[in-house]
């Protein structure tokens, strides 16, 4: 029986564990996954304080055309700004508290006063009005005290990190990175730099897929090409999963008379799914490590690894696993298999998708990945796209 890609998905994730958390300092925190929520212990922001470099004033008194007497000022970060009274103003920076008795903020612009630093002056008017509140960032407007500021299993981004500097989290919990072990087949690779002989092509699997695990937050802990003997295989899948979570081939899972992977790993699941590239599969657990067998083609084990791995990996860390998916235009023809569920590697320009390679349905066109950003997901069903049709697209992280 034939799975579709997300019944196959959903066999992998059944295997997934959970990794383990730690803590680190916050300057380390970048590209990890949080382990549990963050609460806030105080509110953001935790004072009422000037969204604009203006005038602190009385609502009541800012109406158009009034002249107020200028009593001090409030630079950010004051603590002792005068009380504003009937009649007053203070001259306030941004991000500076609000003074006592002020409830609005008049924008410098709307003032007779010109932007900028200069002496304080005696009196200030008011060229147009403020409600009660305009230009007030009010304490808690962000986040109230003891809320939810930040769920577990969210990316720590560098808006992430502005997040936690700013609740006072200087250490944080985290999942561990998952450790990943990659392996690649096939006589015909050679490692990248060397010499090509006849019929030999540089082994692009191993460091792409090893590129991919790691901006997907893993750990690569192994990363080798092996023979396609059944033995020596075997024996580097055992080493290599004592040091993994993760144990991900290329090639060798399909029907060929070469096809090590399938041989050595009889007792794993070796399977078609219903997708184009990537038909041949395999998984299992090996040992106590999640094993994923791609397919050798690097556009296979490409596409493979972002509708596969990166989900595997977003799960052990308790993350979401979803893709980001919009649904754009076609912006030329091409033609997808009938039968299968077709992702075709592709770019966005001016808000149409467009294969990366003419050749829309290629497994071996590993140049055109250099330009991919999206995956067009052609359904089941479906064998001809125009342009101007429809389609879900895959957004590439």
Not at 54 to 72: E, K, P, Q, T
Not at 165 to 181: M, Q, W
Request: aromatic share 4%; glycine share 10%; proline share 8%.
């Amino acid at each position: 029986m034939t799975d579709t890609p997300e019944q196959y998905l959903a066999r992998i994730l059944e295997l997934a564990r959970p990794v383990e958390s730690e803590t680190v300092p916050l300057y380390r925190a970048l590209g990890r996954f949080l382990a549990e929520d963050v609460i806030a212990p105080w509110p953001v922001p935790n004072f009422d304080n000037s969204a604009m470099d203006g005038y602190a004033v009385r609502a009541s008194d800012a109406v158009a055309g009034a002249r107020l007497r200028v009593i001090g000022d409030a630079p950010a970060g004051a603590t002792c700004a005068p009380a504003v009274k009937p009649g007053t103003a203070v001259r306030i920076m941004t991000g500076a508290p609000v003074p006592p008795g002020a409830d609005a903020v008049v924008k410098v612009e709307d003032t007779d006063q010109d932007p900028g630093p200069g002496a304080l002056p005696a009196t200030v008017k008011i060229v147009h009005r403020v409600a009660s509140g305009q230009n007030i960032r009010s304490a808690g407007e962000d986040i109230s005290a003891g809320a939810r500021a930040l769920g577990a299993g969210l990316r720590i981004t560098p808006a992430v990190i502005a997040s936690l500097a700013s609740l006072g989290v200087a250490d944080v919990a985290v999942r561990i990175r998952p450790r990943v072990g990659i392996m690649t087949t096939g006589t015909e690779l050679v490692e990248v730099g060397a010499s090509l002989g006849v019929g030999q092509i540089p082994d692009s699997n191993l460091h792409m897929t090893a590129a991919l695990a790691t901006a997907w937050g893993a750990d690569v802990v192994g990363c080798m090409h092996v023979p396609d003997s059944p033995d020596i295989f075997r024996a580097t899948c055992t080493d290599l999963a004592q040091q993994s979570d993760v144990l991900v081939t290329s090639g060798g899972v399909s029907a060929g008379a070469f096809d090590v992977v399938k041989e050595s790993l009889d007792d794993m699941t070796f399977t078609k799914v219903a997708m184009q590239p990537g038909k041949p599969q395999g998984f299992g657990r090996f040992r106590d490590t999640v094993f994923l067998g791609f397919p050798g083609n690097p556009v296979s084990c490409y596409v493979s690894a972002q509708l596969f791995l990166r989900p595997l990996l977003r799960r052990m860390a308790g993350a979401d696993t979803n893709h980001t998916v919009v649904q754009i235009p076609a912006g030329s023809n091409w033609r997808s298999p009938l039968e299968r569920t077709q992702f075709v590697p592709a770019m966005i320009i001016d808000g149409a998708v467009i294969p990366t390679h003419v050749q829309a349905g290629g497994s071996h066109l590993v140049a055109s990945l250099a330009a991919t950003t999206a995956l067009a997901v052609v359904p089941a069903g479906q064998d001809d796209v125009r342009a101007g049709d429809h389609l879900d697209v895959i957004l590439i992280d």
